[in-house]
């Protein structure tokens, strides 16, 4: 008997799959897919819930300074003149940064085998790459989902059934977190 479910797939595909859900169940909360995909897809984004309700709270804050460029009223960078070349002008700054502590630092690393990287993009600058930023759904996992799952024993996703899909007769679910 197999410890997991196959879905009729190799294994690179499978886990590529596999992989897209359970980064996409994260982003947006909530996939349609087939009765067989979510629950393999439900056993992974709870492992990395898991992770993230354990570790939600182990970080320390460390202050830091950071040399930011000057600019001026238009947003572009001050330079000044200094023996024929042009220098940009910074400023110091202190800043407050999350440092993981190691256990959280590994957990991090273990979502991030699973999860792809996920690039938002505004519906008003769509085509243009300048507009577009980057996700950072283990971050999401730390700050949102951690603190509101920390008062639950695991069951952090639901199923919910629609029907059988018109095309192969597939029973199709909604997967969310709850």
Do not use: C, W
């Not at 000057?70 to 960078?77: A, E, H, I, P, Y």
């Not at 003149?81 to 190691?102: A, M, S």
């Not at 996703?157 to 629609?162: A, G, H, N, Q, S």
Request: avoid cysteine.
């Amino acid at each position: 008997m197999a410890m997991y479910r196959k879905l009729g797939k190799k294994s690179d595909q499978r886990k590529a799959l596999l992989r897209n859900q359970v980064t996409q169940l994260i982003y947006h909360g909530k996939i349609k897919t087939t009765e067989a995909r979510a629950k393999e897809v439900r056993k992974i984004a709870e492992k990395l819930i898991t992770m993230a309700v354990k570790e939600k709270d182990n970080f320390e804050e460390v202050k830091v300074t950071a040399k930011v460029a000057r600019k001026d009223k238009d947003g572009k960078r001050m330079k000044n003149l200094v023996d024929g070349k042009k220098v940009t002008l910074y400023d110091e700054i202190e800043k407050t940064v999350k440092k993981d502590l190691p256990s959280r630092l590994h957990a991090r690393r273990e979502m991030l085998k699973v999860l792809y990287p996920v690039v938002e993009v505004p519906a008003e600058a769509a085509g243009k790459k300048a507009a577009t930023k980057k996700v950072d759904l283990t971050d999401k996992l730390f700050t949102e989902l951690g603190p509101k799952y920390s008062g639950r024993n695991g069951g952090y996703t639901r199923i919910v059934k629609i029907g059988q899909r018109k095309g192969d007769g597939a029973l199709e679910v909604f997967l969310e977190l709850v």
